[in-house]
């Protein structure tokens, strides 16, 4: 029994070896999805949970998960059994078996063996898509982006109908770090998101990368203007090299958009051009095209690089904040998005105008400590409103809570946190000390 159990696709033979701090974290992680009817994941989240709260040693509780996985499935599914309930009988084959339950535990087994036969993978060598899929959803829970989207591949290229797949596979892209080509990664992005014009996260997901790249290009050019600098002005070449500089820093000071600009690509492919001319030589580059390729460019409208329509962030904000609340609404890689590439203070104002709507949805209480978190930390030389840092710290409380086995990270902002307030270093050194005594 135990080699059949072995060769089981489930939870407990993917080797997902998480740590008792990180079973935590997801668990919450994945309260904060919510059940929301139609979420085409439902029953893979149940699924998951079942085997996290085995592992944290919840036994009844993850029987009942497990339970809930396969009629989240039927509902979904519209059907009573089919290869997606392979995983889920393959928990319950296990979870019966740890608990010396063998009878129940072959009945399982048997049922995997007749679903297997029923529905073959479509390849012969490989496993059937719906498992793939499940894996790779998994693995992206647990951190394993590039593992996740080789079974995403896999279970798109035979059965590529699954919207669901394709979006889910789009996010894990999005987390690997070092992508060959991330303008390819943000098209695909794009088309996901025209195909499953519903997922919010997606869409903020989306907005978040193309602003990503934009402050990328920024840096690129500004790279670009002090090598400029640094290179013997030729004067063959038509050109001051303090010219390319002052050029794109005036493109960058008048931003088409509100991520910072727009990817001034034709003045880095410009500037190369200088760069690569030798001292000598005659670049054939006319004195006034700088000038015009700068008028050129500052007439472009917002979206002829970033695809991003003007206040698109604004409307897409509006649209989650409508949505049922959950974490998996936007709502994070929003405030990411604000947070990172528009303004800290509209992070906090949009975080504090879903908090207001939900006021007790305890992951919009989380994303709001982190805008605020990120607020403090920004006036590192220029003193903060108390105001705004006793708001951060009754958020940062209330976040140990709400979330008392997964605030690690919680409780060490907070002390850094009082730490940046009117004399509140005996506080933070007072967490400190705790944090230190206390079993990590």
């Not at 740890?98 to 529905?119: C, N, R």
């Not at 995403?152 to 394709?166: K, L, N, S, T, Y």
């Not at 006793?390 to 907070?414: C, G, N, Q, T």
Request: aromatic share 8%.
């Amino acid at each position: 029994m135990e080699a059949k159990l072995g060769a089981l696709q489930c939870h407990f033979t993917w080797d997902l070896d998480p740590s008792r701090s990180k079973l935590f974290c997801l668990r919450d992680k994945l309260d904060d999805i919510g059940t929301e009817e139609g979420n085409s994941w439902l029953g893979h989240i149940y699924n998951l949970q079942g085997y996290i709260h085995y592992q944290l040693g919840f036994t009844e509780d993850a029987q009942c998960f497990f339970s809930r996985a396969a009629e989240a499935f039927r509902l979904i599914r519209r059907s009573d059994e089919g290869p997606w309930l392979v995983v889920n009988y393959g928990n319950l084959a296990w979870w019966h078996y740890q608990l010396g339950e063998q009878a129940d535990s072959q009945s399982y087994l048997s049922k995997v063996d007749t679903l297997l036969k029923e529905y073959p993978s479509p390849s012969e060598d490989e496993l059937h898509p719906e498992i793939y899929a499940e894996k790779a959803w998994t693995l992206m829970n647990f951190g394993k982006p590039h593992l996740a989207t080789d079974y995403f591949q896999r279970a798109i290229r035979m059965q590529p109908d699954m919207v669901e797949w394709h979006t889910s596979h789009t996010i894990a892209l999005v987390n690997v770090y070092g992508h060959p080509d991330e303008q390819l990664k943000i098209d695909n992005m794009k088309i996901a998101k025209e195909n499953d014009p519903d997922n919010l996260y997606l869409a903020a997901l989306y907005l978040q990368e193309c602003a990503k790249e934009v402050r990328k290009s920024e840096d690129e050019v500004r790279e670009l203007a002090k090598r400029v600098l640094r290179k013997s002005t030729n004067r063959y070449s038509g050109i001051r090299p303090d010219e390319v500089c002052e050029l794109a820093e005036k493109v960058l000071s008048n931003p088409p958009n509100r991520y910072s600009g727009i990817r001034p690509d034709e003045v880095c492919e410009l500037a190369e051009k200088v760069l690569k001319t030798p001292p000598s030589s005659f670049s054939g580059i006319r004195p006034d095209e700088v000038r015009e390729l700068a008028e050129k460019v500052l007439k472009k409208p917002r979206s002829s690089s970033s695809g991003i329509r003007p206040d698109e962030e604004r409307e897409l904000a509006e649209e989650v904040l409508k949505k049922p609340p959950s974490s998996y609404s936007g709502i994070r890689p929003l405030l990411r998005l604000y947070r990172i590439y528009i303004s800290l203070d509209e992070a906090v104002d949009l975080a504090e105008e879903a908090l207001k709507r939900h006021p007790d949805e305890r992951h919009l209480k989380y994303s709001a400590a982190i805008c605020y978190k990120w607020r403090v930390y920004s006036n590192k030389h220029k003193p903060l409103e108390q105001e705004k840092i006793d708001r951060a710290i009754s958020l940062h409380e209330e976040m140990i809570s709400l979330y008392p086995d997964s605030s690690l990270k919680v409780k060490i902002a907070l002390a850094n946190i009082h730490a940046r307030s009117n004399h509140g270093q005996a506080e933070a050194d007072k967490i400190y000390q705790e944090l230190l005594a206390s079993d990590l």
